[in-house]
T-cell receptor, first 113, second 114 residues
Framework: AQSVTQPDIHITVSEGASLELRCNYSYGATPYLFWYVQSPGQGLQLLLKYFSGDTLVQGIKGFEAEFKRSQSSFNLRKPSVHWSDAAEYFCAVGVTNAGKSTFGDGTTLTVKP | KAGVTQTPRYLIKTRGQQVTLSCSPISGHRSVSWYQQTPGQGLQFLFEYFSETQRNKGNFPGRFSGRQFSNSRSEMNVSTLELGDSALYLC?????????????FGAGSRLTVL
């Protein structure tokens, strides 16, 4: 079965600083990978996805993620964080014909002024 | 287009009661998945419905059940509520439920069990 690990429970960065959120997955084949963001009291919103092809994918709100097969990683990055980026971020893996996605435990991002 | 709509948004129940939550997917989406989100356990998959059939089920007791109607709307029911059932219940829809599909989430139904 597939699994997702987000090693960092909580990250604090200063506004304007760069950000990297880590995600490692476990799956035998190439998975479908997603990053979602959740603001307090809200559902999850898709930031970006990776299915195949270029291993660097661009998403909304200036986020990007890089798929590294050798490291089973799909880390999320942003060059300059804004206060509005404070939220919880979830990495997820989807498997074709499985009918569901498996989520990591999430990383809470705090942005210092 | 309209997003995924979940009702009610907030509800309070007491132990032993039962609750029904509703989810209206995006038009054209035939798959509806349900997740339970708690601070301690994170996002846990409950079940997934496609064309009125439950295709996948997570590791939850039989007190948790669901169904899907012909218009793809879905309901989930929790019977004999326990304190530990307090959670945010999220519904997500997708076109076919294939793992490659992006999930579109509703805002959730926050259940508090007293």
């Amino acid at each position: 079965a597939q699994s997702v690990t987000q090693p960092d429970i909580h990250i604090t960065v200063s506004e304007g600083a760069s950000l990297e959120l880590r995600c490692n997955y476990s799956y035998g084949a190439t998975p479908y990978l997603f990053w979602y963001v959740q603001s307090p009291g809200q559902g999850l919103q898709l930031l970006l996805k990776y299915f195949s092809g270029d291993t660097l994918v661009q998403g909304i709100k200036g986020f990007e993620a890089e798929f590294k097969r050798s490291q089973s990683s799909f880390n999320l990055r942003k060059p300059s964080v804004h206060w509005s980026d404070a939220a919880e971020y979830f990495c997820a893996v989807g498997v074709t014909n499985a009918g569901k996605s498996t989520f990591g435990d999430g990383t809470t991002l705090t942005v210092k002024p | 287009k309209a997003g995924v709509t979940q009702t009610p948004r907030y509800l309070i129940k007491t132990r032993g009661q039962q609750v029904t939550l509703s989810c209206s997917p995006i038009s054209g989406h035939r798959s509806v998945s349900w997740y339970q989100q708690t601070p301690g356990q994170g996002l846990q998959f409950l079940f997934e419905y496609f064309s009125e059939t439950q295709r996948n089920k997570g590791n939850f007791p039989g007190r948790f059940s669901g169904r899907q109607f012909s218009n793809s709307r879905s309901e989930m029911n929790v019977s004999t509520l326990e304190l530990g059932d307090s959670a945010l219940y999220l519904c997500a829809s997708s076109r076919s439920g294939d793992g490659a599909n992006v999930l579109t989430f509703g805002a959730g139904s926050r259940l508090t069990v007293l």
